[in-house]
């Protein structure tokens, strides 16, 4: 008797996955996390100020501990007034279950497949969750950024703490390692982005609709970074270029920036001083959108939603935030549909280890390690 498709696909799977001593295949998304308390902010703040990828300070090893303890309080406060902490962990985690549920479906080859989460300045950071993926016996990982668009300052920090404890042991030997480090314009991710701003739109009256402005607002860059080569900017550029193709250009928008700290010359204009200057223009109908963040954190439900959001109000304007794509099933589905497609091309040959891009660096970078951190990658084992 002949077996239904639906069954045999069915059997292949388990059988993928039930195989006597195989290891998951690790899909490892790596962010910058948040702390998921209040008590944590102090060592959330220690950790990313002492990450000379992300801010490059003159006696790092003395003053970003200063710097810490001096803003702890402030920030402590702004995670208070969220609720009590970043819930970007659980999210990540929701979203990296979801993925590798589906991702048994898409490519039972690689399957069982287990989602990591690996943070670079918050809890599970990323030497803790190299010592649990040794524990697992983890011989074929993905490293998956979940930043969309590319920076050395986010997905480049994260691949060189990588590459740092992978020189250690880390992460035990033979590992086989693969990257996914930039995927701002996948079908998937624009969609569900699509999507958050269509249904934050529909919250405005018919007859205001078609004037609202949509501010695309991502996290901005020290000119320094941009002025030596990082594609960051023209990487959310591509992204919302492809947000809006997909939108039909119903509506007139901008590219702005925020989170902008200290006095350095960062990217700009800086999305509170774009709501001020479209509020002076008459301009009183926005939908802001997070581009560059999947999950909520601080950037998100702090920043947009209480700090600008009542500056907008002051200036006589409604304002509604397009939803982070948090648990999305659609967004789910893309990272799922972007992890087998790769899993399929690298085992096919048709893909390497790292994707072209990834093994350029930027014409100005002077960071040894990124150099030496790409070659590693390249060579796809330890």
């Not at 970043?86 to 590798?100: C, D």
């Not at 700290?261 to 999305?271: E, F, I, L, N, Y």
């Not at 509604?320 to 690298?346: C, G, K, T």
């Amino acid at each position: 008797m002949a077996v239904p498709r639906s069954l045999a696909r069915a059997f292949a799977t388990f059988n993928a996955a039930g195989k006597s001593g195989q290891s998951p295949t690790a899909i490892v998304m790596m962010n910058m996390g948040g702390p998921s308390t209040v008590p944590e902010t102090h060592d959330f703040l220690k950790n990313l100020f002492s990450d000379g990828d992300l801010i490059p300070l003159p006696f790092q090893s003395v003053l970003a501990p200063f710097i810490a303890r001096r803003r702890t309080p402030q920030i402590e406060k702004q995670y208070e007034d969220i609720g009590g902490g970043s819930p970007i962990l659980r999210y990540t985690q929701i979203q990296g279950e979801g993925m590798a549920k589906l991702l048994d479906e898409l490519h039972p080859e690689t399957a069982p497949h287990k989602a990591y989460v690996a943070f670079r300045y918050a809890k599970p950071l990323t030497s803790e969750t190299a010592r649990q993926m040794k524990a697992d016996g983890i011989k074929r990982a993905v490293a998956f950024t979940q930043y969309p668009q590319y920076s050395c300052s986010t997905t480049g920090s994260s691949l060189n703490e990588l590459y740092r404890l992978n020189k250690a042991g880390e992460f035990g030997n033979d590992v086989e390692w693969s990257v996914i480090d930039r995927w701002g314009t996948h079908s998937g991710f624009i969609e569900s982005v699509a999507q958050r701003v269509e249904a934050a739109l529909a919250k405005f009256a018919p007859t205001d609709r078609k004037d609202v402005v949509i501010l695309f607002s991502a996290h901005s860059l020290p000119m320094s970074v941009v002025n030596r080569g990082d594609p960051y900017i023209l990487e959310v550029a591509s992204s919302v270029s492809a947000v809006m193709d997909r939108l039909g250009q119903s509506n007139p928008y901008r590219l702005v920036w925020q989170s902008q700290v200290g006095p350095r010359a960062w990217m700009g204009m800086q999305t509170s001083e774009a709501l001020k200057g479209l509020a002076r223009l008459g301009k009183k109908h926005v939908v802001l959108v997070p581009i560059a963040f999947t999950s909520d954190h601080i950037e998100t439900l702090y920043e947009l939603d209480l700090e600008y959001g009542k500056e907008a109000e002051e200036h006589g304007m409604e304002v509604h935030r397009a939803e982070s794509l948090n648990d999305s099933p659609v967004f789910i589905r893309a990272l799922a549909d972007m992890a087998a497609q790769h899993l399929r091309e690298y085992k096919a040959g048709t893909i390497g280890p790292t994707s072209v891009q990834l093994g350029l660096r930027c014409p100005g970078c002077t960071n040894a390690t990124c150099g030496q951190q790409k070659s590693w990658l390249a060579q796809g084992k330890r």
